[in-house]
């Protein structure tokens, strides 16, 4: 199985502040990586796919980048209705793997 | 709009059963592989099950395995999760979700609580 280790696990940060969230597979997955949003007591939202694409409707501040193992997913100028906490996963193969996410608080 | 509605959860004593449905449209559900993903409270996102567009190849998660069926009905455009042998660590959010392919959705979920 694919192991994808997130970091850092928690982070505080200040509204306008640019975020950075790493994200490492166990081997290489090509770009098969998608970064998700999650707020408390909702559904997770889709942020990324194919390590970079920005999913449709999802405002141009979220970045991600990477290939084969390392993965980052940037947010630039935090905005309040940012803090919550952030999935990535691989689809490059069964079984499907998340990250352990990273929760995003205000400093 | 893409929407995946699933319905089926409640409580359900141990070693009960339940069948979980995901209802899907706006897209080409019979192209797409599917996937079943849970969240037990205040954990991370595990994924549990997929299954192939076409239906003839299903995956599962080492803790579900042999206890969780996956199917789908490509002409109702419904996905469906067969749960037995619960017991309370699959007491969880569980979700629909188009996760194995780009342009990722995924379904509101539906709370499944193992308890006597």
């Known amino acids: 199985d694919i192991q994808m280790t997130q970091s850092p696990s928690s982070l505080s940060a200040s509204v306008g502040d640019r975020v950075t969230i790493t994200c490492r597979a166990s081997q290489g997955i090509r770009n098969y990586l998608a970064w998700f949003q999650q707020k408390p007591g909702k559904a997770p939202k889709s942020l990324i796919y194919a390590a970079s694409s920005l999913q449709s409707g999802v405002p141009s501040k979220f970045s991600g980048s990477g290939s084969g193992t390392d993965f980052t997913l940037t947010i630039g100028s935090l905005q309040p209705e940012d803090f919550a906490t952030y999935y990535c996963q691989q689809y490059n193969s069964y079984p499907l793997t998340f990250g352990g996410g990273t929760k995003v608080e205000i400093k | 709009e893409v929407q995946l509605l699933e319905s089926g959860g409640g409580l359900v004593q141990p070693g009960g059963s339940l069948r979980l449905s995901c209802a899907a449209s706006?897209?080409?559900?019979?192209?797409?592989?599917m996937s079943w993903v849970r969240q037990a409270p205040g954990k991370g996102l595990e994924w549990v099950s997929g299954?192939?567009?076409?239906?003839?190849?299903?995956y599962y998660a080492d803790s579900v395995k042999g206890r969780f069926t996956t199917s789908r009905d490509n002409s109702k455009n419904t996905l469906y999760l067969e749960m037995s042998s619960l017991s309370a660590e699959d007491t969880a959010v569980y979700y629909c979700?188009?996760?194995?392919?780009?342009?990722?959705?995924w379904g509101q979920g539906t709370l499944v609580t193992v308890s006597s």
């Open positions: 979700a188009k996760v194995s392919s780009n342009s990722p959705y």
């Open positions: 299954i192939s567009a076409g239906g003839d190849s299903t």
């Open positions: 706006g897209f080409s559900f019979s192209s797409y592989a």
